[in-house]
Nanobody, 124 residues
């Protein structure tokens, strides 16, 4: 059974930073691309960032490019999302996801396991 557990969310003022973590278990973590998505109140879930199984490829939504950085530490079965220069519009529940197929990288789709989410609230 694959489990993804996010942590690191919280309340921060605009311009501040947070680092989210997602710990994975139940599959060979190093073989799977991973992604971060978010869902704001009243909106659909949207892509934020993705990283390939090796960490060599990354992709970002235009709205977070230059402010967010996705990374992974395969030895710890963990991915991270470093979020800097946070804006009020970054508020939402952030989910990590694991790709459905090993050694396949399709940043915005093809995920089969999701975490429970962690709340990020950016105040003005």
């Amino acid at each position: 059974q694959v489990q993804l557990v996010e942590s690191g969310g919280g309340l921060v003022q605009a311009g501040g930073s947070l680092r989210l973590s997602c710990a994975a278990s139940g599959r060979t973590f190093k073989d799977y691309a991973m992604g971060w998505f978010r869902q704001a109140p009243g909106k659909e879930r949207e892509f934020v960032a993705a990283i390939s199984w090796s960490g060599q490829r990354t992709d970002y939504a235009d709205s977070v490019k230059g402010r967010f950085t996705i990374s992974r530490e395969n030895a710890k079965n963990t991915i991270y999302l470093q979020m800097n220069s946070l804006k009020t519009e970054d508020t939402g529940v952030y989910y990590c996801a694991s790709a459905a197929a090993s050694f396949v990288y399709t940043p915005r789709r093809g995920y089969d396991y999701w975490g429970q989410g962690t709340q990020v609230t950016v105040s003005s």
